[in-house]
């Protein structure tokens, strides 16, 4: 069973391939805005909030991911994430 699984996805990949080959640059990669926001805990347990300006990240128009790019439907729901930075464990001792 696991074999057949492994095997499906193996189809699945190569035939995904295939279709996103036979197309033109044009219709094979695409452009999505994304807007990165990082949300950085500091040392006094409160969070800032730092974002970057949107910027197109380039994606390919297939189910899987191909050359190094992400599908267009992964970027597309991805395009707004937020990424936790921890600036450190500060613990403080009473002595």
Same mark, same amino acid.
């Given at each position: ?9 193996? #189809? ?35 969070? @800032? ?10 994606? #390919?128009? =297939? ?6 790019? !992400?599908?267009?439907?992964? #970027? ?5 994430? #937020? @990424?936790?930075?921890? =600036? ?5 001792? !009473?002595?």
């Amino acid at each position: 069973m696991l074999l057949g699984a492994i095997a499906l996805g193996g #189809v699945a990949w190569g035939a995904d391939w295939l279709w996103w080959r036979n197309k033109t640059d044009a219709d094979a990669y695409g452009a999505i805005e994304v807007h990165h926001r990082f949300a950085v805990k500091l040392k006094n347990r409160r969070i @800032e909030e730092r974002s970057e300006r949107p910027h197109p990240e380039e994606c #390919v128009h =297939s189910l899987f991911p191909h050359q190094g790019d !992400n599908p267009c439907w992964y #970027v597309a729901r991805h395009r707004n994430d #937020v @990424e936790e930075i921890d =600036s450190g464990q500060w613990h403080f001792y !009473n002595q």
